[in-house]
């Protein structure tokens, strides 16, 4: 028999409906893609280069579970330039991909029953990962009326004791919104006053279209009650090649860094050199290519007369559709051979997410077929 927990939790939606879609395009079917969180753009040659060179040295073997010193150094420079920090290499864990470095955040911090507040909607995989480390979902639900932003006031009237964590994404997936300064402060304040964790994903952080982007790191004094988690996928392409991080309290490090060094023992040695050169690469260029693809879809959407919050980070617009979210992607793929994930995925049903991580030329085509759709129903 599997583990109960194993069987309660769902498989991603998201990467279920992108299966699909290339299940399709391999049998020849001329579908246009647009469920995964995935830029198009290729890794960036400086990258490449340096795990190459790496290679040739053929000295790959396993490394610091915390991840190799450089990479810690330089992630600690990093971020604490961008925001004012004094930040120790021993606050920094390499991890294998962001998703490794919540999850494992997860396992440090939750005993069985301990709570983490979740807004929704909601990234699929969040609710699964507090779950698998034994915790407990309490969540609060935004309103496009509101800019899906999030209540303060109903964060606090979850607060009763049990709660451990706040997880908060910003820029959002799947929403593409970005949290305002004033909503941190508060959140913040609460978890001095109540002694939780606020876990921070920021992995979308480098693609922001506002001038009014707040990190958490813009705010807090210092990481006794962080936990600020990112990484190079979205930023410099590098999805395959698996590497994030995270930086908190040295106390919140040196435990996840005793899980990995349980479980995964190490990251890829190579990627994590790949990721040191990735540092010093220049994104601006995937940054302005993506703020295109939103302009274009958010003019192209609001033509339709299609409900949406306009995204003003990451590459995800989320739109109000008719009927059933579910039965809408199914259809629309089926008829126009275009991939959507519903809005139900992330708690949000009515609703369903467009990556614009394509090109502009087939983000065109995939919109007028979607215009046809809605047209034909």
């Known amino acids: 028999m599997i583990a109960r927990r194993i069987s309660e939790i769902p498989i991603s939606k998201t990467m279920e409906l992108d299966a699909k879609a290339k299940a399709l395009i ?39 579970p915390r991840g190799i010193y450089e990479l810690r150094e330089a992630i600690a420079k990093k971020v604490g330039e961008r925001y004012g920090k004094e930040i120790s290499p021993d606050q920094v864990v390499v991890t294998n991909g962001a998703k490794q470095a919540l999850f494992n955040t997860f396992m440090a911090l939750l005993d069985p029953g301990d709570e983490v507040i979740v807004f ?27 800019d899906f932003h999030p209540s303060l006031e109903e964060v606090e009237g979850l607060l009763v004791g049990k709660t451990k964590a706040v997880l908060i994404n910003s820029p959002n997936n799947p929403t593409g919104v970005v949290y305002s300064r004033s909503f941190l402060e508060g959140l913040l304040r609460l978890s001095e006053e109540m002694h939780f964790y606020i876990v921070s994903d920021e992995v979308y952080d480098s693609l922001v279209y506002t001038d009014n982007y707040t990190s958490i790191l813009d705010i807090a004094k210092d990481f006794e009650r962080v936990v600020y988690i990112n990484g190079f996928s979205k930023s410099h392409s590098m999805t395959g090649w698996r590497v994030g991080y995270l930086i908190s309290n040295r106390e919140l490090a040196s435990a996840v860094s ?30 302005q290519v993506f703020k295109e693809r939103r302009d274009l879809v ?15 980070g990451a590459f995800y617009l989320f739109f109000k559709v008719p009927g059933d979210d579910v039965k809408f992607c199914e259809r629309l793929l089926e008829e126009k051979k275009v991939a959507l994930v ?9 609703f369903v ?25």
């Open 26 to 64: 391999k049998k020849g079917e001329d579908v246009i893609n647009l469920t995964a969180g995935e830029p198009d753009f290729p890794t960036p040659e400086p990258v490449l280069e340096a795990a190459k060179s790496f290679l040739e040295k053929g000295q790959i073997k396993y490394t610091d």
């Open 342 to 350: 519903p809005g139900s995925s992330f708690l949000k049903p009515g």
């Open 258 to 287: 005793k899980i990995q060094s349980h479980t995964t023992s190490c990251i890829n040695t190579v990627a994590q050199y790949a990721a040191l050169k990735a540092i010093e690469v220049d994104n601006s260029h995937m940054v």
């Open 298 to 312: 958010v003019e192209r959407l609001k033509k339709m007369g299609v409900k949406f919050v306009e995204p003003q």
């Open 353 to 377: 997410r467009l990556s614009f991580a394509i090109s502009t030329e087939r983000l065109a085509e995939a919109l007028d077929r979607i215009e046809d759709f809605l047209n034909s129903h």
């Open 120 to 146: 929704s909607p909601v990234w699929v995989s969040y609710i699964p990962q507090i779950l698998l480390a034994g915790g407990t979902v309490k969540v609060v639900e935004t309103f496009m009326k509101n």
